[in-house]
C-alpha cells in the first residue's frame, strides 16, 4: 500500500508530492506558519518556519518524539517560529534548515516516505 498524506487542519483531501508545496506555500502567504501533515500509515510531519529556516520533523505516530532535520555546523538562533496556538518558538540554527532546503525535505518524504539521500537529521528517540 502507498502511504497518503493529508494537511491536518485543512479538508481539501490528500495532497501528492507534486502539490504538497503550493499547499504550504499557500499556508504560508495567509500566515500559517506550523503545518502538520498526517499519513494514511499513523505518521506525522511537521513543518514550522519563520519564512527563513524552518523546523522539519517526522514521527511514527502520536507521542513519539520523532527526528527532525539538521543543518550541522550552522551558528545562532533563529526565533519568528509562530505556532497555530500563538507560541513563539526560538531554536538553535543547527536544529533548522534553511527552507528551500526544508521544502525539498517535505516534497521528498511526502513522495517517498522517507528522508532524502542528501539529509541531514537526528533520530530524537
Known amino acids: 500500500m502507498i502511504e497518503s498524506w493529508v494537511i491536518n487542519d485543512d479538508s481539501s483531501g490528500p495532497v501528492s508530492s507534486e502539490t504538497v508545496l503550493e499547499a504550504l506555500q499557500?499556508?504560508?502567504?495567509?500566515?500559517?506558519?506550523?503545518?502538520?501533515?498526517?499519513?494514511?500509515?499513523?505518521r506525522m510531519l511537521a513543518f514550522v518556519t519563520n519564512t527563513e529556516r524552518a523546523?522539519?520533523?517526522?514521527?511514527?505516530g502520536q507521542g513519539d518524539p520523532?527526528?527532525?532535520?539538521?543543518?550541522?555546523?550552522a551558528e545562532g538562533l533563529s526565533g519568528g517560529f509562530v505556532l497555530l496556538n500563538g507560541q513563539d518558538?526560538?531554536?538553535p540554527d543547527e536544529d533548522?534548515?534553511?527552507?528551500?532546503?526544508?521544502?525539498?525535505?517535505v516534497e521528498h518524504i511526502v513522495g517517498t516516505g522517507s528522508w532524502p539521500?542528501?539529509?541531514?537529521?537526528v533520530v530524537d528517540r
Not at 55 to 60: C, D, G, K, P
Not at 66 to 73: L, M, T, Y
Not at 96 to 105: S, Y
Open 26 to 42: 499557500s499556508r504560508l502567504d495567509s500566515g500559517q506558519l506550523e503545518t502538520w501533515l498526517a499519513s494514511s500509515s499513523g
Open 96 to 105: 533548522t534548515v534553511p527552507i528551500r532546503k526544508a521544502f525539498h525535505l
Open 55 to 60: 523546523m522539519v520533523m517526522l514521527l511514527e
Open 66 to 73: 520523532g527526528e527532525h532535520a539538521v543543518d550541522p555546523g
Open 89 to 91: 518558538d526560538e531554536y
Open 117 to 121: 539521500a542528501d539529509a541531514r537529521w
